[in-house]
């Protein structure tokens, strides 16, 4: 005989979210690895241009010396007499940075991410926070590769990471972050 009566000795039923699982599937899109591989070069290539005037000058001034009438310099005494190059370099790469800290405090992205379409934000999609992204990003992570042997092979697992399914490195698990389409 069935009964109609609900049985008060049953586990209780109730939907549970894992949170562990993140965010709803479709909430968001990963950065393709070409993207996030892109925007590192161009970010890279941004900050050298900066500084490529200076550093022509002291190799410049280098070559120079070494003909015997001035005597041997070492680069970063070349570097330093480099003179306007310098400043202006250091004026223009300072420049860039604050321009990237404005763009990451403001969307989780740099320049190059925001010219390639991606940004930086938290598992749950969240915003990742300007001191997040600076000092677990980048900071404590390029911590490991000071450490003789250590660091290359981290640098090296670091970067192969982005070939899991999903794309996040040893940086994004230390602050938590991931890359998604802005």
């Known amino acids: 005989m069935v009964s109609d009566t609900p049985n008060v000795y049953a586990p209780p039923r ?27 070069i161009i970010d890279s290539l941004l900050l050298f241009g900066a500084l ?5 000058a002291a190799f410049r001034s280098m070559a120079v010396a070494r003909d015997g009438s001035v005597g041997k310099l070492a680069f970063w005494s070349a570097l330093a007499h480099t003179g306007p190059w310098l400043v202006i370099g250091v004026i223009v ?10 763009l990451v ?25 300007l001191a997040r992204i600076f000092w677990l990003r980048n900071v404590v992570n390029g911590l490991f590769g000071y450490i003789p042997v250590v660091g290359a092979i981290y640098g090296l697992v670091d970067a192969l990471l982005i070939f899991r399914t999903d794309r996040r490195c040893c940086h994004d698990f230390i602050a938590d972050t991931i890359v998604v389409r802005a």
């Open 14 to 40: 109730s939907a549970v979210a894992d949170p562990t699982l993140g965010p709803a599937e479709g909430e968001f899109e990963l950065a393709d690895r070409g993207a996030r591989l892109g925007a590192v």
């Open 52 to 56: 490529l005037p200076a550093y022509l």
């Open 93 to 102: 790469a300072l420049g860039i940075a604050i321009t990237n800290g404005v």
């Open 105 to 129: 405090h403001r969307n989780g992205q740099t320049i190059a991410k925001r010219w390639l379409g991606i940004k930086v934000v938290r598992k749950d999609g969240s915003r990742a926070s």
